[in-house]
């Protein structure tokens, strides 16, 4: 089927690190995506990995890919109260996105 | 360059009415796709266009349709709407399709009263 999984929530304090995990279902995705969305406001592209990639960093933003698993994380170092929102991590099937359920992260001081 | 565009922001229906709702791609792209969110479903394919033709089509019932112009710009059109079409419909560009990056609008929220 095409459902890519991701907890709901996560709650963390200011300053600690975050790890938003997904699994997704496709393994001849070719890119697998991180997406940001606040409230009110359309999706925002945090970052990409290929899929030939094991690892991504982007300043406080690592993702991770295990193909064998078929997992996707997305870890946000330093979470600041700005990175309150919802994040979907997203597989590329058949010319489309496939998004996942989105995990909402809290920031708390 | 500018982002994508989408107009308008807000919309409120009534159940039967119809609908259409623009979206203007980033400078340059020519694939434009349109996806529907709600907290039922999340986020939803509906379609692709690419060069003013449909390459991709999610699945959705006949009352949801759109086009591309010459210019790239994007419509989507929702006939006889019902309660459960209330959603953010976001549209999105790129050069040339997935798998290639898209970059999103900030969507359009139709409300169907």
């Known amino acids: 089927g095409e459902d890519v999984e991701q907890s709901l929530f996560l709650s963390v304090r200011e300053g600690d690190s975050s790890v938003i995990n997904c699994t997704y279902t496709?393994?001849?995705?070719?890119?697998l995506y991180w997406y940001k969305q606040e409230p009110g406001a359309g999706l925002q592209l945090l970052t990409y990995i290929f899929s030939n990639m094991d690892m991504k960093q982007d300043q406080r933003l690592t993702v991770l890919l295990n193909k064998k698993d078929k997992h996707l994380s997305l870890r946000i170092a330093d979470t600041q109260t700005g990175d309150s929102a919802i994040y979907f991590c997203a597989e590329t099937s058949t010319d489309k996105l496939i998004f996942g359920t989105g995990t909402r992260l809290q920031v708390f001081p | 360059k500018a982002g994508v565009t989408q107009t308008p922001r807000y919309l409120i229906k009534t159940r039967g009415q119809q609908v259409t709702l623009s979206c203007s791609p980033i400078s340059g792209h020519r694939s434009v796709s349109w996806y529907q969110q709600t907290p039922g479903q999340g986020l939803q394919f509906l379609f692709e266009?690419?060069?003013?033709?449909?390459?991709n089509k999610g699945n959705f019932p006949g009352r949801f349709s759109g086009r591309q112009f010459s210019n790239s710009r994007s419509e989507m059109n929702v006939s006889t709407l019902e309660l459960g079409d209330s959603a953010l419909y976001l549209c999105?560009?790129?050069?040339?399709?997935?798998?290639?990056?898209?970059?999103f609008g900030p969507g359009t929220r139709l409300t169907v009263l």
């Open positions: 266009y690419f060069s003013e033709t449909q390459r």
């Open positions: 999105a560009s790129n050069e040339a399709g997935v798998p290639d990056t898209q970059y």
């Open positions: 496709d393994s001849s995705s070719t890119y």
